[in-house]
């Protein structure tokens, strides 16, 4: 551009001054070289950023999905736990009763099975109400009242608003085993 510009506005110099003309085709050249050399390089790490960027996004979200993978996991291996455990100290409570009251011990399966209906239908879902939680919880309550009688106290305080809260299924009976087995003990 710059030696069009020179041979419009002195279009004389080509014969007077070929030598000039020619260093100044081959500077224009160079700069035109180098400024081209520096838009391509500009242009091609603009594009990596870009890249990157968006790779990074992609490795988020991957991490993000990887992390609630992994949290549902564990809260599934927790469930397995869970219900063994839990089963397995119904029917010590069951059992308990067999010999000292046995409408009671049968009252108590029922309750049981009716848990386990319960539980059976939450354990489907990843979340339910603090409400149904509870009620898991009332009737694992019943069935060790059955087994402690009067030595078995319970005060519990929830709020309508706490009571509408979506909590993962079984994730307070651990808490009320733990707290039966060492509260009456």
Request: no cysteine; glycine share 4%.
């Amino acid at each position: 551009l710059g030696s069009v510009l020179v041979l419009l506005f002195y279009p004389m110099m080509v014969f007077y001054q070929v030598q000039l003309l020619s260093l100044l085709v081959f500077v224009d050249s160079v700069i035109a070289l180098i400024v081209g050399i520096i838009v391509y390089n500009y242009e091609r790490m603009q594009n990596e950023i870009e890249e990157g960027y968006r790779r990074l996004a992609e490795n988020r979200v991957r991490q993000e999905r990887l992390r609630e993978m992994a949290t549902r996991s564990e809260l599934k291996a927790l469930k397995a736990q869970i219900n063994p455990h839990f089963l397995f100290n119904a029917l010590n409570s069951i059992s308990a009763l067999i010999a000292t009251d046995p409408p009671a011990a049968e009252e108590t399966l029922e309750r049981l099975a009716g848990i386990f209906r319960g539980t059976l239908l939450a354990s489907e879902r990843e979340s339910i109400p603090l409400a149904r939680e509870l009620e898991v919880v009332d009737a694992y309550l019943d069935i060790e009242r059955a087994r402690f009688g009067d030595r078995l106290k319970v005060t519990r305080s929830v709020t309508s608003e706490a009571a509408e809260a979506q909590v993962p299924p079984l994730i307070l009976q651990p808490l009320v085993e733990n707290a039966v087995r060492h509260g009456v003990s």
